[in-house]
C-alpha cells in the first residue's frame, strides 16, 4: 500500500502569516489532488495537479508537485480565519485507477 | 441539488448489533466509493464500485459489505458491529473519464459502537 504522509499534522498560526504544508510518499503517483474538509462536512476538492513539478496557484493558495511526482505542498500567503480547515492531499497511484490514497491530513487553524 | 446524500447522519449502536448506512447521489455518477474516518489516519477506502452491480474491496473491508443497488445508491452494511468499526464513514461520487476526476463527499455518517 503507498502511503502519503503529510506535515505538519496541525499547525496554528495567526491571520495574515504565511505557511506551507507537505504531503510526502516514497512512491511514484500519477496524479495528486488536494481537498480541504470542514467540521461536520465532507471534503471538497482544491485542486489536482498531473505533471511533474506542475504549480497551480488557486487565489492565495500555491499548490506544486514534485519533480519526481513523490511529494506536494501547499502553500498559503496571507493567511485568513476562512482558510481553517482539514487538508488532504490525495494520490492516484496509477493512471485510471480511481482508487485514490488519502494522507493523514493537516489541520489547519488561523486565529484572527 | 443534492450531490451525495447520506443517511443517517449519527448513530449509536452496540457490539454485535448490525445496520445499513445509505447513500445516494444524483449526480449520474458512475463510481462511488466508502471511506472511513479516524483521527490522525486520513481517508481509508472500505469498498468501491466502479459500475452498477460490480464492487471491489478497498483498503480496510474486513466487517462491512456493500451493495450496488442502482447507479444511484451505494449501501454499507455491518453485520456484527465492533468497538473498532467507531468512526466516521464517508460515501463519495466521480464520474469516470480520462485521468484522476474530483470526488464529490457525503455530510458523513458519526458511527459509535459501544
Known amino acids: 500500500t503507498q502511503l502519503l504522509e503529510q506535515s505538519p499534522q496541525f499547525l496554528s498560526i495567526q491571520e495574515g502569516e504565511n505557511l506551507t504544508v507537505y504531503c510526502n510518499s516514497s512512491?511514484?503517483?500519477?496524479?495528486l489532488q488536494w481537498y480541504r474538509q470542514e467540521p461536520g462536512e465532507g471534503p471538497v476538492l482544491l485542486v489536482t495537479?498531473?505533471?511533474?513539478?506542475e504549480v497551480k496557484k488557486l487565489k492565495r493558495l500555491t499548490f506544486q508537485f514534485g519533480d519526481a511526482r513523490k511529494d506536494s505542498s501547499l502553500h498559503i500567503t496571507a493567511a485568513q480565519p476562512g482558510d481553517t480547515g482539514l487538508y488532504l492531499c490525495?494520490?492516484?497511484?496509477?493512471?485510471?485507477?480511481?482508487?485514490?490514497?488519502f494522507g493523514t491530513g493537516t489541520r489547519l487553524t488561523i486565529i484572527p | 441539488n443534492a450531490g451525495v446524500t447520506q443517511t443517517p447522519k449519527f448513530q449509536v449502536l452496540k457490539t454485535g448489533q448490525s445496520m445499513t448506512l445509505q447513500c445516494a447521489q444524483d449526480?449520474?455518477?458512475?463510481?462511488m466509493y466508502w471511506y472511513r474516518q479516524d483521527p490522525g489516519m486520513g481517508l481509508r477506502l472500505i469498498y468501491y464500485?466502479?459500475?452498477?452491480?460490480?464492487?471491489d474491496k478497498g483498503e480496510v473491508p474486513n466487517g462491512y459489505n456493500v451493495s450496488r443497488l442502482n447507479k444511484r445508491e451505494f449501501s454499507l452494511r455491518l453485520e456484527s458491529a465492533a468497538p473498532s468499526q467507531t468512526s466516521v464513514y464517508f460515501c463519495?461520487?466521480?464520474?469516470?473519464?480520462?485521468?484522476?476526476?474530483?470526488?464529490?463527499f457525503g455530510d458523513g455518517t458519526r458511527l459509535s459502537i459501544l
Open positions: 463519495a461520487s466521480s464520474e469516470m473519464g480520462q485521468g484522476i476526476q474530483p470526488q464529490h
Open positions: 512512491s511514484v503517483f500519477s496524479s
Open positions: 495537479v498531473v505533471t511533474g513539478g
Open positions: 490525495a494520490g492516484e497511484p496509477n493512471f485510471g485507477n480511481e482508487k485514490l490514497t
Open positions: 449526480m449520474n455518477h458512475n463510481s
Open positions: 464500485s466502479a459500475s452498477e452491480g460490480t464492487t
